[in-house]
């Protein structure tokens, strides 16, 4: 309990300590209506909801394993291709640039951010979907009989929203890692210079030095991935099926929400609906706790 | 002290919580003393005449102001039902169920017809495709995956199709052009009636989904070997050439708003208004056409606005049908109309 000096400090503690509990109220107001308008779905599928792969408005079965899948693989794609490029983008910028560069390159990248995701997804529709194509194309037959690139080449599909995702998930990965690396005291790096080390190990005791918070930026990024509708929505393919391959169209669970919600009439289609919703609140839930656990193990290691 | 903080807190949230009770259509209409604000939402294919129609009308009647939210056939029934707003609309009737759950009697007044048309990109086809219903409803089932199969074949005789194969495009939104499409192929398709259905969203065998019109048409402009379908109005304002579709005389019929306000001239329209026109019969009738309905409640607690609304309505069949063509909708038949004039009168 910390010592309370003036009536001052008092409101300050009260003021700032209700707005915390506001949050948490927040979160837990949000997972309690979620359920409540889900409960339809809920008492039908019960858990079952999280492993069918039905999704028939029409005869009123559903089932999220579809949209689950899709939205963690695309996800995943997003994180592989985004990661390593964020990171060289802060480490160039913060590291390696002229002084010159620094502020124009850094101005850059965050306007990436600043792009609203329909935009990305028209980009999407009107020109990363006919390269996709034409590289799905150049496939050979040898390659298409691997699981990973199967089905016909339509551009659209899970190779597409991967591609997207990154393109929005590297600003925000790249600026959140640049603050990291510059938050490095400077010691470190000279003390590594002074023993005789290069640049590239130098930037290495940095980076293994801010390693929690760079992983936190990666995490952060996989959070934007992770619930990213519009600019998925229109390069994904929205079909709901599991496949592995890039090739395929697929569908995630907030793409689903925003195609379907508003025709959504019937009662029961409305709470599967919600019941999305909420599989995707537990989801990010679930994806930051490990990403938690994983940063405090690392600083551990 | 924390404790209070906290009571109270969760109060306030649960305050926020109820607030979700219906609102009465009175109350949620702004209740400045000489104007009238009419609230409704529904369906967004009528959305640029209704905007017309509510904008036209005003300054007709300046006492009178329609504010108009296109969120969708579905959110427009589940507004109406919890009587957030005065009126609705919607591309598909309402069914049974819904109509029971709602606290009042609804009536469901046609306004305009529109069509849907199939698009396709076929590398080396110019002349305009013929499609029988069923070849449409087994493209669409997945069961023809060429182009050049027999059943395509056999509606374009003189045409060299390609052996390549057919890419699907269809909706990913749910939304009523989806519903009139696949109520015309379940019509005229009974294994496409067992395997698909009709609603606004459906589970499809095959394809890809765009979202919008645009994102269909821009699709399939796309991709080479692609079909999909878009409303009659977005081809035809945006110069995409379509394929004529056989009707239920046997004649291969291109869209056109003649051809579509044929389609329900020719039904039979039932007291309720509550009518599918896809499939009609008559030789020149477009079998993939709809109405699209305005609804309201017979019994309303608010008389004037109820009194406005059948005013506006009544204006809207007459004057209002006149207009209608420059954006690309098929005006009602004059049978429906008179139909409609009289149904009215229940309203209040």
């Known amino acids: 309990m910390p010592i309370i000096k003036t009536s001052e400090d008092r409101a300050l503690r009260l003021g700032t300590g209700a707005f915390a509990v506001f949050v948490v109220l927040l979160v837990a107001g949000i997972g309690v209506v979620l ?15 999280w492993t069918r792969s039905t999704w028939n408005p029409v005869s009123g079965e559903f089932g999220a394993l579809p949209f689950i899948w899709g939205t963690l693989y695309s996800s995943l794609i997003a994180l592989l291709i985004a990661a390593p490029i964020a990171l060289g983008i802060a480490i160039f910028i913060n590291e390696i640039s002229p002084l010159k560069l620094r502020q124009p390159l850094s101005y850059l990248t965050e306007l990436l951010a600043a792009i609203p995701s329909i935009v990305y997804g028209l980009w999407g529709i009107f020109v990363l ?108 393919g929205n079909n709901p099926q599991v496949s592995t391959s890039l090739f395929a169209p697929q569908y995630t669970m907030a793409a689903v929400i925003a195609n379907e919600f508003t025709e959504a009439a019937d009662e029961l289609y409305l709470h599967a609906l919600i019941e999305i919703g909420l599989v995707l609140f537990l989801i990010t839930i679930v994806v930051n706790a490990l990403s938690r656990i994983l940063t405090r193990r690392v600083v551990r290691a | 002290m924390k404790k209070t903080v906290i009571t109270f807190a969760v109060l306030a949230f649960l305050a926020c919580g109820k607030s979700e009770t219906p609102v009465t259509a009175t109350n949620a209409t702004s209740s400045s003393s000489s104007a009238l604000t009419i609230n409704g939402a529904g369906a967004t294919f009528p959305n640029p005449i209704y905007s017309k129609w509510f904008s036209d009308y005003g300054k007709l009647h300046p006492h009178v102001g329609i504010n108009y939210q296109p969120i969708g056939s579905g959110g427009g029934i589940r507004q109406l039902t919890a009587k957030t707003v005065f009126f609705g609309a919607t591309d598909g009737p309402m069914s049974d169920e819904q109509l029971k759950a709602a606290p009042g009697p609804i009536v469901h007044l046609p306004t305009v017809l529109g069509g849907v048309v199939p698009i396709y990109n076929v590398p080396g086809i110019t002349a305009p495709l013929h499609f029988t219903g069923e070849t449409l409803a087994n493209i669409y089932l997945g069961t023809i995956k060429k182009w050049n199969d027999p059943g395509i074949a056999k509606g374009n005789p003189g045409v060299k199709l390609p052996d390549s194969d057919i890419a699907v495009v269809h909706r990913s939104d749910g939304s009523g052009t989806t519903y009139i499409f696949v109520d015309f192929l379940s019509k005229v398709s009974p294994a496409f009636k067992t395997r698909v259905g009709v609603a606004t969203s459906v589970s499809w065998p095959v394809g890809v989904g765009a979202k919008g019109n645009e994102g269909v048409s821009g699709l399939v402009k796309q991709t080479p070997g692609a079909i999909g379908y878009v409303e009659l109005i977005y081809a035809s304002h945006n110069n995409i050439p379509f394929g004529a579709v056989q009707n239920k005389s046997g004649k291969f019929v291109t869209a056109s708003l003649d051809s579509v306000t044929a389609a329900a001239a020719n039904a039979a329209i039932p007291d309720d208004f509550r009518v599918s026109i896809t499939n009609a019969d008559g030789d020149a009738a477009y079998p993939i056409a709809s109405f699209t309905w305005i609804l309201l409640y017979e019994n309303n607690d608010d008389h004037a606005r109820a009194q406005a609304m059948v005013e506006l309505m009544k204006w809207a069949l007459t004057a209002g049908q006149k207009q209608i063509g420059e954006l690309g909708y098929a005006p009602l038949p004059q049978a429906v109309v008179d139909k409609e004039m009289a149904a009215l009168g229940r309203i209040h």
Do not use: C, D, H, N
């Not at chain 1, 359920?35 to 909801?49: C, D, W, Y």
């Open chain 1, 35 to 49: 359920t409540q308008q889900s409960v339809l779905s809920i008492r039908k599928f019960g858990l079952a909801f």
């Open chain 1, 129 to 236: 979907v006919p390269i996709v194509r034409k590289l799905e194309l150049l496939a050979p037959e040898w390659l298409k009989k691997v699981p990973l690139f199967t089905g016909p080449p339509l551009g659209v599909g899970m190779l597409s929203a991967g591609v997207i995702l990154a393109v929005m998930v590297v600003p925000l990965t790249s600026s959140v890692a640049r603050e990291i690396l510059r938050g490095v005291p400077m010691t470190q790096r000279e003390a590594a210079l002074a023993l005789g080390a290069t640049r590239w190990e130098a930037i290495r005791i940095a980076l293994g030095y801010g390693r929690t918070g760079i992983i936190g930026a990666v995490m952060l990024g996989l959070g934007r991935a992770l619930g990213e509708t519009m600019a998925v929505t229109m390069v994904i």
